[in-house]
T-cell receptor
């Protein structure tokens, strides 16, 4: 186990709804990254948070947003859900030294199904 | 050109054989290279990382890095049925903020038959 916990593990939503996914990072890790993994694909980078600020974002629309809290836990929010948002959402924590991010440790993921 | 490329497989090997998994990357500035194993329905699990050219061994696993050829590989010796999984190659990339992220390939599915 990595010590990274995510909730909920599974959820079903309908198009147009909003969802919030939560992540608690491994003790001592100050950086949280979120990835989307569609079936049969590799994880795609959504964004990364360090010291409560977003420090990088992948090719995802603004309806994907996030937060990092002082205890380094994090949330991923997705508004106006679309069918293509159905995927495994992975949270990963890491220890950053300045701008260099170390290896990622993943939680078990939140599997989102949009109907 | 994709940033990180892997053959999707499946790569089928008999039990006890050596499995060789390959990955190429496009960013010559990349300095950190990772291999993750992902069982079906589970999240990726870090199994190896390598920063320097050459080989790095850890038990039955050997990671090989050739920065000149922008190529990284993972060898699994004495393959076991429990090694059957998807193997993801990940490479660090610098974002325009100056911070770094990991970019993943699509993964190679490995099947080890008894």
């Amino acid at each position: 186990e990595t010590g990274v916990t995510q909730s909920p593990t599974h959820l079903i939503k309908t198009r147009g709804q909003q969802v919030t996914l939560r992540c608690s990072s491994q003790s001592g890790h100050n950086t949280v990254s979120w990835y989307q993994q569609a079936l049969g694909q590799g994880p795609q980078f959504i964004f990364q948070y360090y010291r409560e600020e977003e420090n990088g974002r992948g090719n995802f629309p603004p309806r994907f947003s996030g937060l990092q809290f002082p205890n380094y836990s994090s949330e991923l929010n997705v508004n106006a859900l679309e069918l293509d948002d159905s995927a495994l959402y992975l949270c990963a924590s890491s220890l950053s030294a300045g701008m260099v991010t170390g290896e990622l440790f993943f939680g078990e993921g939140s599997r989102l199904t949009v109907l | 050109q994709k940033e990180v490329e892997q053959n999707s497989g499946p790569l089928s090997v008999p039990e006890g054989a050596i499995a060789s998994l390959n990955c190429t990357y496009s960013d010559r500035g990349s300095q950190s290279f990772f291999w993750y194993r992902q069982y079906s329905g589970k999240s990726p699990e870090l199994i190896m990382f390598i920063y320097s050219n050459g080989d790095k061994e850890d038990g039955r696993f050997t990671a090989q890095l050739n920065k000149a050829s922008q190529y990284v590989s993972l060898l699994i010796r004495d393959s076991q049925p429990s090694d059957s999984a998807t193997y993801l190659c990940a490479v660090n990339a610098r974002m325009n903020t100056g911070f770094q992220k990991l970019v993943f390939g699509t993964g190679t599915r490995l099947l080890v038959s008894p």
